[in-house]
């Protein structure tokens, strides 16, 4: 046996990293494909020019970095060995054929009603995930044997909401997203987008839970993406609200999507996204909260002196904006407006007088004393206008513009005349007479 087990532990090291190599060549070819190839593997995938939006042509624009994913990708659970055979039949090359589509229609809503039957009935022994399951594979193989058809389009919503009762909420979303990207006017998109905004929200509590000392990868479990689950649901929020801007939820996403971002401390995101929701959605009800989140978010954005200074700029409009629009706020939220409105008009009076300070080292003395002059004029309730106007005293008194440095290199060149007239100041009268 000891002489055996060595050989043993080779053969199962060769078959593991054959594998591997065979899963990381796979990944790079379908990656390397072109459009045009991928779309001879998946014969159903929607094509520009017919009515219909390529997702790859969205995926690839570079205006929307976070656009839709590839709706007929693979994801690691569609391999496992429950879903393995349903995949070999939907992914391969077919012919249309729309009775047995209808057939595994029909057959997907007999299964979809018995597991509802089966959850009122309080799931006494545990089948309702498999009904539902097996429901969604009736569901998917009906959609790719009749595309550009109503029944695809119930297919796919069946599809997902099947997917997303037995907890398989990748596929649940993949199903959604392809109905709205093949169908983006149909009659499902309440109900589509209620489903995904649940799906972001459970994935966003999760990475909340998460640890950073564990992996944050997923092999086995169905209901999360394979990686970066804040990520998947930052991008499932900024679907929903571009792929249904007028819709029930639009402004729902458009404020979980910056509050996601503000969690994850990508404060510029944030504010840009608070500041969306203002300008698209006036009437929301998140409006006041958006706005001081947003100037939260600006400040938080601000990294110091030294860098750019839009940030406080546009928290400053804010606040000014904010006390003319809610006039009758409350004492607790009028003291905190007027302590941050403080903090602003400080930390711009600070990039002057910083700016001051710098002309004056170089011996700017006259670029010195109008920026000391300028926060002691423009900044009076802040406590560097004293210091400025002290500065400012000290400045006058020094020569206007620093020594000349090196002056005999300077002499060593040429000194340019003034250019003389082409035409002489007579001459130009006589022009004109």
Known sequence: MSLLQPNQNRWSRRWTVGMVVVLVGATVLAGCQSPASKRKLFPNMPVMGKGRTSALDKEADPLDPMGPRNVNRLVFHDLSPGQISNTMKTRGRHKIDQSAAQEAFDEGQRLYRQALATLEAGDPRGEAKSLFDEAAKKFQFAASRWPDSALEQDALFYE??????????????????????????????????????????????????????????????????????????????????????????????????????????????????????????????????????????????????????????????????????????????????????????????????????????????????????????????????????????????????????????VELFPKSEASKPLIAAGDKESIFR
């Open 160 to 409: 997902g909401e099947s997917q997303f009762f037995a907890d398989r909420y990748v596929q649940a979303n993949r199903a959604f997203e392809k109905l709205i990207t093949v169908y983006s006017g149909t009659r499902y998109m309440d109900k589509v987008q209620a489903r995904r905004f649940a799906i972001a929200q459970y994935w966003l509590s999760l990475a909340r839970a998460h640890s950073t000392w564990t992996p944050n990868v997923n092999f086995f479990d169905p209901s999360r993406p394979g990686y970066s689950l804040a990520a998947e649901a930052r991008r499932l929020f900024h679907r929903i609200r571009l792929e249904d801007p007028t819709g029930k939820l639009a402004d729902d996403a458009t404020m979980a999507l910056a509050n996601a971002y503000f969690e994850a401390a990508l404060y510029q995101d944030a504010a840009d996204t608070y500041e969306d929701l203002r300008r698209t959605y006036p009437g929301s009800t998140f409006y006041y909260q958006a706005s001081m989140m947003e100037l939260k978010s600006r400040l938080n954005s601000y990294y110091g002196k030294s860098y750019d200074s839009s940030p406080l700029v546009k928290a400053d409009a804010l606040l000014k904006q904010l006390v003319v629009q809610f006039p009758n706020l409350p004492d607790q939220d009028r003291e905190v407006l007027s302590r941050e409105a403080a903090e602003v008009r400080h930390l711009l009076a600070e990039r002057d007088f910083a700016l001051g300070e710098y002309y004056e080292r170089r011996g700017e003395n006259r670029a010195a004393g109008f920026m000391f002059q300028e926060v002691a004029k423009n900044y009076g309730d802040t406590q560097l206008a004293n210091k400025a106007q002290e500065r400012l005293a000290v400045v006058r008194d020094k020569d206007p513009l620093p020594p000349e440095r090196a002056q005999w290199l």
